[in-house]
């Protein structure tokens, strides 16, 4: 059985094939167009995808994909149904005019198939937040899991509350927009000066350089957020234009007036910036913590699965277990809308279809793969002088031990957000000043941005407070780095001690895991710094033709590409 499943217009297009419930290939698009966050339909990475399975689009059986809009037949059938102005719109005025007979507002997908000389194409339409939730358990370990989804806005809902049991997923309540933690954070965000809905992470690690218990964080719970006895809550609405109407800011005067004038976006962070960015995120932590205390009432369940873009904040992902009752975790490698390609395919295959599940997601190398020829041919092509290393593992950890900022290209490219081995930019934790110099030459980002430790497995214990949160294969939560290891890798500690880390295992990765143990046998640190490679505004690098650009419009030392490796000049 292979489906096709689909995100579409929601924050950052993707695709993903399934076949018998087994992940065979996925990228989001912007990676092909090169469009940063493209909403385009995911045209590009569906033919990669058949490319990958050496098949046809006659060959797909279903496709799925993370949007229901029947759900909105019921509220704006009646006024725009009868408004057709050309007969080919027949094609869907006959079946929206037709769904109000059948389409209730709790119904969580609507199917469609359509023939044609193409053959047919059975489409489920499944709604926003049961394709997170699905992107969540069904990629889980776990055989039951209490759920929680988060973000600014599915079709109604901004927060769902859900059961997971085998395979499939009862839904328990939601809580509608413009009542949305999600949006709560974007809203902040933009008036923070940054960009709604793209730079949350940016207030996320603003927040750590201010005390949270200050004037802010009271006005927060004073006069924004108010809990509710049934494991909810409301916003304050009066502060929000965007919620309303479709407005240039999402902010009101009131906000304004409240917190003091909005940050310009090249204006200087002050104190004041730091104090609201941490009041934000305390108050948010909270806000989740009162959904997930409810839900563990709800549920009786020890497991635990969050999704939702709200859940790419890995500051608060890395503290769920610390302050809920719940004893285990699972966050994906894709926990935003990038992921429900993922969540409508498995939510058709297991929930609807009832097939059994599979393996529980380990990696997230899902993306375009290249040979060594393929790569030298690239090359050449671009008459670029490189050299040829048999264990380009031990050469690349001796590159970056001497100092040597590296892009490091191997293997399939990494499905979501963050970069896990395969299309990185890596360099020496023990360098003090190599976070600046990565954020200032390389990236060309802001100097507050932490980066990433990544940490061998058998050695994340003897550098991180763990404690029950267990390994962190896709970088998905934050914990505090011990305070005698602090000095030994300040490039990859937080301003208030803490690193996102990533574990890496040889099972899953041997390339980047055995580059890491090449560093620890130089240096004796089992950490490496990892972050994405891509400039700032940029996809995260997929060819290599994309590598070569980046490589020389940065101040990347060198390029580490298959068993191939490319420098400007006289290495460190």
Known sequence: MKIIGINHEMHISSACLLEDGKIVAAAAEERFTREKLTRKFPLETIKYCLKEASITTGQVDYIATSWNPGIYFTKFNPIYSGQRRHMVEQLYSIPDNLMQLYVRPEVDYVFQEISGSFGKIKTYYITHHRTHAANGFFLSPFSSAAILTADAQGEFESTTFCHGKDNKINFVKGINYPHSLGALYSTFTEYLGFMSNSD?????ALASYADSNNRFYKLLKEEVVRFQVDGGFELNLSYFKGFLHDQPSLYTERLVETF?????RNEELQ?????????LQRISEEAVVHLLNWLSQQTREKNLVLSGGFFMNSVFNGRVLELTPFDNLFVSSCPDDSGNCFGAAFYLYNHILGEERGTPMQHNYYGPQYTDSEIEETLKGYNLNYTYEENISKKAAKLI????????????????????????????????????KVNRAVKFRESFRPFAPAVIKEKQEEYFEIGKGGDVPFMEKVYSVKPDKRNEIPAVVHVDGSGRIQTVTNELNPEFYSLIEEFKKITSIPIVLNTSFNLNGEPIVCSPGDAIKTFYTCGLDALVIGNYIVHKGVLK
């Open 200 to 204: 949350e992470w940016k207030v996320m």
């Open 260 to 264: 003091g004038s909005a940050r310009e």
């Open 271 to 279: 104190e004041r910036h730091f104090e609201i960015a941490s009041a």
């Open 401 to 436: 031990s001497e100092g040597n900022i590296i892009g490091w290209f191997q293997g399939r490219m990494e499905f979501g957000q963050r970069a896990l081995g395969n299309r990185s930019i890596l360099a020496d934790p023990r360098n003090g000043d190599m976070k600046d």
